[in-house]
């Protein structure tokens, strides 16, 4: 138990569907961030918010939306996705979000996600 | 970030010492090691970070030469729940942003 949780723990879904993940953190941090891992390759950076505010995009799609609403919780809104997007989806976060790793950062157990 | 070369895969057995090595030829003045594990549908969970010489902590060593061009993990007396797969990073402090680029990673697998 990392201290972050995140649900639905498995999600499967339709190129036309709508759907949302969703990660909440109980550690007190004020930076959260969403991680892709896909089979077999490494762990691919989504996005990073601090302080709420949203302050790295790493080129994700569009059809893949963030929302922080609060430094405890993050959502990645999810809109007519494609096969090739089924991954794991991953939550972290951290204490400041300013210093790259001896801020370590918490990762949640994941959303597995598959399009059909 | 600096890039960093690990092997892709190492077996060992119950009990044993098991090391595993990092190479970053390329690694800056301000970047610090930092070594993650992850098991099968979990997320990444910090091990341990350096800078120079060695680390220690309740769960692995890590060593890194003068050069630190390289650093070993060591994981003293593995067992079976040690089967996970072994990120090593390494970062500038400096960054404005909490950036983790992942590698391949190194999957090890532990023997009874």
């Known amino acids: 138990e990392t201290g972050v949780t995140q649900t639905p723990r498995h999600l499967v879904m339709g190129m036309t569907n709508k759907k949302s993940l969703k990660c909440e953190q109980h550690?007190?941090?004020?930076?959260m961030y969403w991680y892709k891992q896909s089979a077999k390759k490494p762990l691919e950076l989504m996005f990073v918010y601090s302080l709420e505010e949203r302050v790295e995009n790493n080129s994700v799609p569009s059809r893949f939306s963030p929302e922080c609403p609060n430094s405890s919780h993050l959502f990645l809104h999810l809109h007519t996705l494609q096969p090739e997007d089924s991954a794991l989806y991953l939550c972290?976060?951290?204490?400041?979000?300013?210093?790259?790793?001896?801020?370590?950062?918490?990762f949640g157990p994941g959303t597995r996600l598959t399009v059909l | 970030l600096a890039k960093t070369t690990q092997p892709i895969s190492m077996d060992s057995y119950e009990g044993q010492e098991v090391n595993i090595t990092c190479s970053h030829n390329n690694i800056a003045t301000n970047d610090y090691i930092t070594w993650y594990q992850q098991f099968p549908s979990q997320g990444p969970r910090f091990i341990i970070q350096g800078y120079k010489t060695k680390v220690t902590n309740e769960v692995a060593s890590l060593f890194i030469p003068a050069d630190r061009k390289s650093s070993t993990l060591s994981l003293p007396r593995v067992s079976l729940s040690d089967t996970a797969v072994y990120y090593c990073?390494?970062?500038?402090?400096?960054?404005?942003?909490?950036?983790?680029?992942f590698g391949q990673g190194t999957t090890l697998q532990v023997k009874p």
């Open positions: 972290a976060s951290s204490q400041t979000g300013t210093s790259v790793l001896t801020d370590t950062q918490y």
């Open positions: 990073l390494v970062g500038d402090l400096s960054s404005n942003t909490g950036k983790l680029i």
């Open positions: 550690l007190g941090h004020n930076a």
